[in-house]
């Protein structure tokens, strides 16, 4: 049984929540619209998962100028990067991709070894900050806002997660903040849209290929992400508050050769 057969079973008021998601995004491509001829100054944060590539159909078909990028932390799988290169073939809206420093890559592996984020959350955390966290840096470089797939019912870290979350400097955008992952499901399906083929294998979050495994009937949603760790430092710092970002960078820092 595939990932559609299986979770494609939308809520009872599904209509209302994809009408509040397309205007969530409308909106937001019409605040953060660039004036002049200026590049928009929203873009869509994906990671490739099913929640993503809904928000990226949402997108297209509604032809809104909110441009689209992913992170290639250089460890992903390949089914991943097999539907990142459909993703670019298929958009209306440009698909950047930002890759890590490879320098740094090069040095944090010959350093601490190429299973380091198994040995510490520090570690972990460190290579998600060179992988991920400096490249999204640059990704969002001059942007005022940003879209994600965060739901409320990913996990409970997540269970206030508002449509627009106006805490911090740079807006982020939520628009299936409401949503079950039936609903996810069944607009992948009525829209027969494409997507990562793990879903197939129980991957309901796919991150890189080291710190991702698939989960059990019963388990979180992000039980396979770092399964090692505690549940409460499960985030790999995109969606963290501004003082733990800043902690991973410092970290960074200080593990940096002299």
Not at 26 to 37: E, F, K, W
Request: with cysteine.
């Amino acid at each position: 049984m595939n990932a559609i057969a299986l979770h494609a079973h939308p809520s009872s008021d599904y209509v209302i929540k994809l009408a509040e998601a397309r205007g969530v995004l409308a909106q937001a491509a019409a605040q953060y619209a660039g004036g002049d001829g200026a590049a928009s100054t929203v873009v869509q944060a994906s990671s490739l998962g099913a929640e993503d590539m809904v928000i990226s159909h949402l997108i297209n078909s509604l032809q809104l100028d909110i441009a689209i990028f992913v992170l290639d932390t250089g460890a992903l799988h390949q089914e991943t990067l097999d539907l990142l290169q459909r993703l670019r073939a298929s958009s209306r809206a440009p698909v950047s991709v930002y890759a890590p420093e490879q320098e740094s890559v090069l040095q944090f592996v010959a350093r601490e070894g190429k299973d380091a984020m198994y040995k510490s959350i520090e570690l972990r955390k460190a290579c998600c900050g060179i992988r991920k966290m400096e490249p999204l840096g640059r990704a969002l470089a001059g942007k005022d806002a940003w879209v994600t797939g965060l739901r409320r019912e990913q996990s409970g870290a997540r269970g206030e997660v508002p449509l627009v979350d106006t805490s911090a400097p740079r807006t982020k955008i939520n628009p299936l903040a409401h949503w079950t992952w039936g609903d996810v499901w069944h607009t992948i399906r009525e829209n027969k849209l494409e997507y990562n083929a793990l879903h197939d294998q129980f991957f309901p979050s796919i991150g890189c290929a080291p710190c991702t495994r698939a989960v059990s009937v019963g388990e979180d949603f992000r039980s396979g992400r770092w399964w090692w760790e505690d549940e409460t430092a499960k985030e790999c710092g995109l969606h963290v508050k501004d003082h733990d970002a800043a902690a991973v960078s410092s970290l960074q820092s200080r593990r940096a050769p002299a």
